[in-house]
């Protein structure tokens, strides 16, 4: 049942973001070929290439203002909609329907959760390589200096081997496992805002920022904690990064990280679950 929960969340996003995941990247090329004429046109300046360049630049201008709206609307877009498929689809009249649904709380819970996620992984990929469309089609050296700084890497990822390797993959599970706890954060806070009777927005807010500070305060002793308690030599010197006790140390404070943030996804699933099967009082 959990899958076609997602299934029917994911049915009725896609709808509303697949043309804003097509357009940035295609935006992000046609101003980079801008940049490029741009940049191609102040070297062969002359009076015959005035107006040719001043109808370039305009292009220009156009195209960045469009990328911009493009990443900051995708942006704003993803936010809303962990907030609003959630608010409207549990806290609010559709909430009525879908605790009808044979189905348990939880598994509502995580189809939103999950759902979320995705998109937003999805936005956060078409964002970066928007991006690297960008840098890469105004100008060929860009692309050359990504290549001759790979070289380099490549070098040092031999020296470190596969924990390398590792780590780049705990470090995209630390991204993702990021996202899921954000998302589950607001979550929480807006169903312990629902306790807050006539005021339920702003006791989301409050709850929000009180969580934030809460578990702010633990992160940092226990950071404190972890610095003490693991070597940390490579802090201090950049080029014994790559040597055991370093790797030991990030290694180990990326599966502490790891640990940390499922405990914290664990807290907030817990409380919004409780809440919505116990407390709950629709609008």
Request: proline share 2%; aromatic share 12%; hydrophobic share 55%.
């Amino acid at each position: 049942m959990l899958g076609k929960l997602m299934k029917y969340d994911m049915k009725s996003m896609f709808r509303t973001f697949v043309p804003m995941w097509l357009l940035a990247p295609v935006i992000s090329l046609m101003l980079g070929l801008s940049v490029r004429s741009m940049i191609a046109w102040e070297k062969n300046s002359g009076s015959a290439l005035k107006i040719s360049g001043y109808g370039i630049g305009l292009i220009m201008i156009v195209m960045l203002l469009l990328f911009t709206g493009v990443m900051i609307g995708l942006t704003v877009m993803t936010i809303l909609f962990v907030i609003q498929r959630f608010w409207n689809g549990l806290l609010k009249e559709e909430g009525y329907l879908m605790f009808t649904l044979p189905v348990k709380t939880w598994e509502l819970i995580t189809s939103k959760g999950l759902t979320a996620t995705i998109i937003a992984c999805i936005s956060v990929v078409v964002g970066i390589l928007s991006c690297m469309i960008l840098t890469v089609a105004f100008t060929d050296e860009v692309f050359l200096e990504l290549m001759r700084w790979w070289s380099y890497m490549k070098k040092d990822i031999a020296g470190i081997g596969p924990v390398f390797w590792l780590q780049v993959i705990l470090s995209v599970l630390l991204v993702i496992a990021g996202m899921v706890k954000s998302i589950y954060h607001v979550y929480a806070a807006m169903s312990l805002g629902q306790l807050f009777e006539g005021h339920r927005v702003v006791g989301s807010c409050v709850s929000y920022l009180g969580i934030s500070m809460v578990f702010s305060v633990i992160m940092v002793v226990l950071s404190v904690i972890m610095n003490l308690v693991l070597p940390n030599d490579w802090l201090y010197d950049y080029y014994h990064y790559i040597n055991s006790s370093a790797v030991t140390f990030s290694v180990t404070y990326m599966l502490f990280l790891l640990l940390v943030t499922a405990v914290q996804i664990a807290v907030f699933h817990i409380i919004t679950e409780r809440i919505l099967s116990t407390r709950l009082n629709l609008e």
